[in-house]
Every structure is written in structure tokens, then in C-alpha cells.
């Protein structure tokens, strides 16, 4: 079963725009991660943020997490060319986080 | 350098023909999992395993079957693999489960079943 959901599932935009992804999830959440995946590569770790956090930080990124309204946004601010992937919001779907649950994902295009 | 290998990278094979697919991390990581990614159906996890001998089934486990004998090695086997198993795969670990700890993934296996 997805614990996440992405949204949109696709996004184009010029470089140095900003993007905006959202996640939105169904059961409550210790901890909240992004990742990002270029074209048939491995997923990389961008950010985690717990649940008793609200923003987080890490260079271009910025992740919001409002756990009232079971919902998490990534922001990439002056987008490159080079953050053309699809991200990914994954959740603990259970007490121990044991199983992590990766949403279908948002693809993003960065055009030059 | 800090790494997930899987091996291979490509495969093709046939139906019924078992087959296995390595993975090592040379980081000390308790946990390690495996997914399998699909389109339209994001990457949905098959094994994982909390630490050395402690292996549990994830969302997908029908036609796998996992070992963890040493730490770093965590290998996926198909024994008798078929057509829906063509999947790309990836391998992962963390430092532990929990959640707190990022994962970090292998570069994928793809696999063809013909």
C-alpha cells in the first residue's frame, strides 16, 4: 500500500524558476525523507525531516512538513538544468521504520 | 568511498532459470532492503533485513527469497523467476532502521524475464 503520494506527477519549468513538489501521506509519520532519482539511477538522500519539525533547510532545498494536514512540500529554488529527476517522498509506515514507503514520485524537467 | 554495489547491472534471462543478485555495502550498515521499481507503481519493498540473520518480508515477497550471512552482503534470489518479475531492482541500507537514518541505494539491476 503507498503511504506517500506525489503531486504533480509531472512538472516543466525554465531554469532558475523555483519547483514546488508536494507529498501527501495517510498514517502517521516519525520521520519524512526526500530523494531524488536521475533517469534509471539509484535514489539519493536529500533531506530528512522529523515530525516535530516544521522546515528544513539544506542549500537550494527547502521541505516543510505540517503534520496536521499529513502533507509535505519540497521546494527547489533557482532550479538548474541539472535537477532534472524524478523526487520522491518516502514515509515510515510503521512505528519502528522498518518498512520505508516511497510515493509513485514527481517527475521534473528543468529546461534550459 | 561509501557505496552500494549490486551486481549485475543488466540481466536477461529466462523463465524458470534461477538466478541471484548481489549486493554489499563497505559501510557498516545494520539495515538493508530491497525494492523493486515499476512504472506507475513507485518502488515497493520486497525483503528487508534489521541486521545480520534477521530477514522479514516487505510489500512484494512472493518469488524471492533473501539471506543475510554477513553483514555487508544482503543477495536477492529468484528461483524460479517469470515474465512479471521483469522489474528494475535496487538495493539499499541505512545505518539502522528507524527511519532516522537516510538510505543509501545501489545503482540498480535491470531484469528482463523472457
Known amino acids: 500500500s503507498q503511504q506517500g503520494e506525489e503531486d504533480p506527477q509531472a512538472l516543466s519549468i525554465q531554469e532558475g524558476e523555483n519547483a514546488t513538489m508536494n507529498c501527501s501521506y495517510k498514517?502517521?509519520?516519525?520521520?519524512l525523507q526526500w530523494y531524488r532519482q536521475n533517469s534509471g539511477r539509484g535514489l539519493v538522500h536529500l533531506i530528512l525531516?522529523?515530525?516535530?519539525?516544521r522546515e528544513k533547510h539544506s542549500g537550494r532545498l527547502r521541505v516543510t512538513l505540517d503534520t496536521s494536514k499529513k502533507s509535505s512540500s519540497l521546494l527547489i529554488t533557482a532550479s538548474r538544468a541539472a535537477d532534472t529527476a524524478s523526487y520522491f517522498c518516502?514515509?515510515?509506515?510503521?512505528?519502528?521504520?522498518?518498512?520505508?514507503?516511497f510515493g509513485p514520485g514527481t517527475r521534473l524537467s528543468v529546461l534550459p | 568511498e561509501a557505496q552500494v554495489t549490486q551486481n549485475p547491472r543488466y540481466l536477461i534471462t529466462v523463465t524458470g532459470k534461477k538466478l541471484t543478485v548481489t549486493c554489499s555495502q563497505n559501510?557498516?550498515?545494520?539495515?538493508m532492503s530491497w525494492y523493486r521499481q515499476d512504472p506507475g507503481l513507485g518502488l515497493r519493498q520486497i525483503y528487508y533485513?534489521?541486521?545480520?540473520?534477521?530477514?522479514d518480508k516487505g510489500d512484494v515477497p512472493e518469488g524471492y527469497k533473501v539471506s543475510r550471512k554477513e553483514k555487508r552482503n544482503f543477495p536477492l534470489i529468484l528461483e524460479s523467476p517469470s515474465p512479471n518479475q521483469t522489474s528494475l531492482y535496487f538495493c539499499?541500507?541505512?545505518?539502522?532502521?528507524?527511519?532516522?537514518?537516510?538510505?543509501?541505494f545501489g545503482s540498480g539491476t535491470r531484469l528482463t524475464v523472457v
Open positions: 498514517t502517521s509519520i516519525n520521520n
Open positions: 518516502a514515509t515510515d509506515a510503521d512505528n519502528y521504520g522498518q518498512n520505508f514507503v
Open positions: 559501510m557498516n550498515h545494520e539495515y
Open positions: 539499499a541500507s541505512s545505518l539502522r532502521a528507524g527511519g532516522v537514518y537516510g538510505y543509501t
Open positions: 525531516i522529523r515530525s516535530n519539525e
Open positions: 533485513s534489521m541486521n545480520v540473520e534477521v530477514t
